[in-house]
Each structure stands twice: as structure tokens, then as C-alpha cells.
């Protein structure tokens, strides 16, 4: 039988090997790293109803429950809170671990300390699947599309505790962090602040050493200990293409940029193509269908929404601080505060529309 070999054991390469041993698809992951490790770079903030699609069991892996988020503008607050659950804050390091397991108690082989250079990915037998992160040896030996945008990040863990360990705080600053925002962060019992800025306006580190100069930051952080901390890259666009039929290769997760760009959180999109991927394969092995059915059927799932994303991160990140302050006082005068507390949903925006028409 054909197999399917997997470049990335990062949470999306962990998904689809899960998937493609469910669907006893004989699978081996190659993964760099010598292990799963802790993650410094990066944080898991994922919506309830992401996590529950993506049939991940949270009962052991979850650090907060979230219910909201506080929107800081130039001089307006805008403060979103549901009475329900919206999301987890996760041990991605734990959330690892568990899919790994998972996967391998189905038969997939996972090989740590192995990187798969470009001549091995010319030789290699079977179908590639690449989740290979943002920077994808498996997409451009391919010659898949380029991705044309990303976000350059940077993140840090305090021994400290905000007042509401129940929201997240954004902060769009564009004139320090223009293509994303600034945060801050529950991450059990201590906090995290990070940044995020576009790869061609400056660097995180430069962005985050202004961001913890802000007042609200500065109190936070004045006595506490910082435990650590990394810069990473997100991309925000996706790929125009990220399956080929006839190379028998496709992309899932950062390698193919499925990620929203409003926030840069790539688990939601990936993880379901991971699981829409894993059926493509199957198919492809049992009955010939081709795998680009992949790339139709992730874009029939959430075309719409990336598109959505995609507008509302073109207007937060093209106007300057004055112009964002007063779009934010006038969406508080329209009430978007209760709107977004009954409606909100982190990963479609559609849906919200869907649900106030609904009313
Ligand atoms: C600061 C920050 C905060 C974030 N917060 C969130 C959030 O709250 N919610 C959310 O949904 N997302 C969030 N994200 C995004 C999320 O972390 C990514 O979308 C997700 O990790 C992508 O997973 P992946 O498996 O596609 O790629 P990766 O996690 O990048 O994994 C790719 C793996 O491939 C391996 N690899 C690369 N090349 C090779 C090779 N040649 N051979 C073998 N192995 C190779 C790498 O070592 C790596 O382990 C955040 C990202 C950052 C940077």
C-alpha cells in the first residue's frame, strides 16, 4: 500500500498523522527537533468550538478559560465579555505529547532528530505531506506559490497576574506594532506579553521593547520575573496553491499559510485541513480520487472565512492611531460591545453575521 510520509511534527503534522492512522493509511512523521519541547515562541489561545472540532480532548492540557478580551485604541477600551466560554489557553507542549500519542497508539511512526533535506524529499516513496511551518522546504522544492506576507513575533512569560485572568488585552498601536497588535495574556497562573508586527515595517524585538514601555505593560511587568521568552514568524496569507495531484505533495498548517490573519492563530485552519488532508489521502491511496479534492473542499470549508479575515486585517492595519480610535468609538456607540459578547466567534467571522441576522 502506498504510504504517506509526513514532513513536521508540529501540532498540524501531529493532527494529520492522527488522522491518516485513524484511516490506517501507513504513515511516518520526520521531525528535526530531537522531542517535543516546551514552547516559548508561540502560545494556544483556541475557541471552545475549535478545539471540540478538531476532536481534541482538553480535560488535561488547559492552563485558563477565557471569556473575553478588552480592545485598547488610542484612547477607547472596548470591552467584550461572553457569560459563556470562548476559549482555552493550552499547554502546547502538553497538546503535543497527547496527539502524539494518539497517533502512534493508531500506528503512526514518529522519528525525532530527523530532517529531511531536499534530495531526500526527491526520493522519497508515497504520497509528502508537508508541515514544514512557515518556511517550507516541502513548498518550494515543490515549487508551490510563495507566501507573500508574514508577521515577525515576539513573546515573553512574567511571574505576575493581571486583574481579570479571564480576558485577553489587545493593543493596536500601529505605530508599533502595524499588521498585528500587542497582547497580553493569562498563561496559568503567570501572564504573557507578546507583539506582532509585518516582516517589512521592523523587528518584534525592536516592537516589543516599546510595547512594555506602554503604561498598562509597564505596571504589569515592573517587579516581576521574566521566565522566557522567543521571537517566531507567522505567515498571514495563504498559499494560491497547496496540493498537487500529479507530484503526489501537499501542504498543510503555516506551510500553506492557513492562518487568520486578524490574530495570526494557525491551529483552528490547519487543523482542520489536517483532518480534510488525511481523507484526501486515504482516497487517493484506496480509490485514485485526486488530492487536490483537498484544496477544494478546505476552501469550501473556509474560503469565506479567510477572506473575511483578510478585510478586516486590511483595514485595522492600514489606518494610523487617530483614524483606528475613531473607528472604535464609533463601533462602541453602535453597541459592538454587546454585539460581539452574545455573537463573537474567534475563528468565523460569518458566523456572527449568520447569528445576528438570525435575531
Ligand atoms: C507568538 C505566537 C502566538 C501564537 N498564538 C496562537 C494562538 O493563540 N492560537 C493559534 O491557533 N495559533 C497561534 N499561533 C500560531 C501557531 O503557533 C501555528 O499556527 C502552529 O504552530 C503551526 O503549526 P504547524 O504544525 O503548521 O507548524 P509548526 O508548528 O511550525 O511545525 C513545523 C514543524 O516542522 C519541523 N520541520 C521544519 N522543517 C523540517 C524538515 N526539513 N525536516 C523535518 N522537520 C522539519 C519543525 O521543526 C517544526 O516542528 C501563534 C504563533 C506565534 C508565533
Redesign the pocket.
Known amino acids: 500500500m502506498m504510504k504517506c510520509n509526513v ?9 494529520l498523522a492522527r488522522e491518516l492512522s485513524k484511516l490506517d493509511v501507513p504513515t511516518t512523521v ?4 530531537k522531542g517535543i519541547e516546551p ?1 516559548k ?6 475557541s471552545a468550538s ?1 478545539l471540540k472540532g478538531l476532536g481534541i480532548n482538553v480535560k488535561n492540557i488547559w492552563l485558563n478559560k477565557l471569556y473575553g478580551a478588552n480592545i485598547y485604541f488610542d484612547k477607547t477600551v472596548l470591552h467584550i465579555k461572553s457569560k459563556d466560554l470562548q476559549a482555552y ?2 499547554d ?1 507542549e502538553k497538546l503535543n505529547i497527547q496527539l502524539r500519542e494518539e497517533a502512534e497508539s493508531n500506528g503512526a511512526k514518529i522519528l525525532y532528530g ?4 531536499k534530495s531526500e524529499l526527491s526520493n522519497m516513496d508515497g504520497i509528502i505531506a508537508g ?8 513548498a518550494s522544492h515543490f515549487g508551490f506559490p510563495s507566501i507573500k506576507r508574514f ?1 515577525l ?3 515573553a512569560e512574567y511571574k505576575a497576574k493581571k486583574e481579570d485572568m479571564e480576558t485577553v488585552d489587545l493593543f493596536f498601536d500601529n505605530n508599533i506594532t502595524k499588521g498585528l497588535f500587542g497582547w497580553i ?1 493569562p498563561h496559568g497562573d503567570e501572564i504573557e506579553i ?1 507583539v ?1 508586527i509585518e516582516s517589512k515595517l521592523g523587528k518584534s524585538t525592536d516592537a516589543f521593547k516599546k510595547f512594555i514601555m506602554k503604561k498598562e505593560v509597564k505596571d504589569l511587568i515592573k517587579d516581576a520575573r521574566l521566565i522566557g521568552g ?5 505567515p498571514i496569507a495563504l498559499r494560491e496553491r497547496f496540493a498537487y495531484d500529479e507530484k503526489n505533495v501537499l501542504l ?5 499559510g ?3 490573519s486578524t ?8 487543523g482542520n485541513a489536517a483532518i480534510i488532508a488525511a481523507k484526501a489521502i486515504h482516497d487517493k491511496i484506496n480509490s485514485k480520487t485526486s488530492l487536490e479534492s483537498y484544496e477544494r473542499n478546505w476552501l469550501k470549508e473556509f474560503g469565506m472565512e479567510v477572506r473575511l479575515h483578510n478585510l478586516i486585517h486590511s483595514i485595522y492595519s492600514s489606518l494610523s492611531n487617530r483614524q483606528l480610535d475613531y473607528l472604535a468609538r464609533l463601533l462602541k456607540a453602535l453597541s459592538i460591545e454587546k454585539v460581539l459578547s452574545k455573537y463573537g466567534d474567534m475563528d468565523r467571522p460569518s458566523l456572527i453575521i449568520k447569528r445576528m441576522l438570525k435575531v
Open positions: 514532513i513536521g511534527a508540529g501540532v498540524n503534522g501531529l493532527i520526520y521531525e528535526r527537533k514552547s515562541s508561540s502560545s494556544g489561545i483556541l475549535g489557553g493550552i502546547r530527523k530532517s529531511i533535506s508541515a514544514d511551518g512557515a518556511v517550507s522546504n516541502v508577521v513575533t515576539y513573546r495574556a507578546g506582532g522567543g521571537a517566531s514568524i507567522i498543510v498548517g503555516d506551510a500553506a492557513q492562518v487568520k490574530t495570526g492563530g494557525g491551529i483552528i485552519f490547519g
